[in-house]
């Protein structure tokens, strides 16, 4: 089968970083995408990664280990409006799948 | 304005009765996509299209039906709605079908079916 596995939810400070996980597996990769969700809203692409490695973008930055099947998002300099769910893709044979979320909560 | 727009973004409805949620793009995009996300579920896949007049099932598409007679419309269609699959709905589109182009979710379509 095919499945993407990511904590359900982390908790940190205003200011700290934070790091969320996601091991996948599936039929056909492609890719690991990033995608951000607040309550109400739809979600918003952050991040991609097609090759091992880590891709910068801003405060944000994401991994990806092809051998490990296993990635992870960074969130630096955490900010109040950065507490919503994060979600996992993969790019696999013209599907996009997604993990399940893990919600993130910023506290000050 | 780039964007996809889905339409309704409410809908309660009974058992049975057929409905249509609309959804437009207007960035030529080829590939568009249905979604449905339920709590812990995160979003699965629905039926997707790599472009007009062809279609493909996601993960969950029984219940469901779509059409791509245009390029930048791609309707989902419930025949007979039950409660299973009261949920929120998203339409989203892409260029290519798969690699970094990022996913444009529509704002969303919450369905209540009684």
């Known amino acids: 089968g095919q499945s993407l596995e990511q904590p359900s939810e982390v908790t940190a400070v205003e200011g700290a970083i934070v790091q969320i996980n996601c091991t996948y597996q599936t039929s056909g990769f492609y890719g690991l995408s990033w995608y951000q969700q607040h309550d109400g809203g739809a979600p918003t692409f952050l991040s991609y990664n097609g090759l091992d490695g880590l891709e910068e973008t801003g405060r944000f930055s994401s991994f990806l280990s092809r051998s490990d099947s296993y990635g992870y998002l960074l969130l630096q300099e955490l900010q109040m409006k950065d507490s919503a769910s994060y979600f996992c893709a993969v790019d696999s044979s013209y599907k996009l799948i997604f993990g399940s979320g893990t919600r993130l909560l910023v506290r000050p | 304005e780039a964007q996809v727009t889905q339409n309704p973004r409410y809908l309660i409805t009974v058992t049975g009765k057929k409905l249509t949620v609309t959804c437009s793009q207007n960035m030529n995009h080829e590939y568009m996509s249905w979604y449905r996300q339920d709590p812990g579920l995160g979003l699965r896949q629905i039926y997707y299209s790599m472009n007009v007049e062809v279609t493909d099932k996601g993960d969950v598409p029984e219940g469901y039906k779509v059409s791509r007679k245009e390029k930048r419309n791609f309707p989902l269609i419930l025949e007979s709605p039950s409660p299973n699959q009261t949920s929120l709905y998203f339409c989203?589109?892409?260029?290519?079908?798969?690699?970094?182009?990022?996913?444009?979710f529509g704002n969303g379509t919450r369905l209540t079916v009684t």
């Open positions: 989203a589109s892409r260029y290519p079908g798969q690699g970094s182009s990022p996913l444009h």
